[in-house]
């Protein structure tokens, strides 16, 4: 049954998804045929039209990334809040099983985002060795600075760093989704409900952070990762250990946003 939730997901999102990657890819190439010819004619007003493009073209990036991150959200409340939602329901599928379809297909959703937009980067700088480059550029930095550029370390960091991100992505959407959830909890003013939720729940985690910190060092341990940290040696080891740790974290926050969000949409449902 599983297998049926991931594909009745992956059906219902991919229409969105590959529209708005396909257009990305588009818009990318449309920046490099323009940046060609901008370097074929090498006049002012190609220059400047180029230079209007670029401009239109980062902020269309950046639009077309916030629409890719905001279907889960959307999809979350159509498909189990609104009126797909009296559907959902009366399926014969358990709580569980539709949460961690739901959380499979986000998975990929991101994923994909990760893997369409830095190709879109490359295609518009015409470098498809750009972050070759770039990781040349960091591990000349380091050097400079009288450190240890181990490339292997660098790309292990620049991997963790991505996952991190990714993470973020997925914690962000169960963050919102856990805020709704709650706010359909009640049978009134669900959506303000949802919305004051969703602060609390950010200010939550921060004072939650805050208050590990502060026990952390009261009780000596934050000490004592750092001198182990500082035992490796390398920068590049150093940070490969603590983005080790971050996403970790990120993973089990991930965990329990989508444990609460399930036990609300089993226990406490009020559709709209």
Known sequence: MLGK???NEIINRSGKVLTLSAGALFFSVIVLLFGKLSNAF???YMKIAFGIIVTVYVFAMIAIVSMQVFI?????RERMYKDQGYLTHTLPV???TLIISRMIVDVITVTILAIIYPICICIATGNFEIFSDIIELISE???ATGNAADRSLLILDGIL???LMWLSVLFSIWCVNMAYSFGHAFPNSKRLISVVSYIVLIIAVMIFGELIGYIS???GIDEMFIKSVDSIGSTLGQAS?????ANIVELLGVALLAFGTGWLCKNKLNLE
């Open 42 to 44: 090498n006049n002012t």
């Open 161 to 163: 760093f991505v996952i």
């Open 94 to 96: 358990k709580m569980s």
């Open 241 to 245: 250990v603590v983005l080790a740790l």
């Open 217 to 219: 060092h009261a009780a």
């Open 5 to 7: 939730c991931i594909k």
């Open 141 to 143: 930095l380091l050097r």
């Open 72 to 76: 889960p959200y959307t999809d979350f």
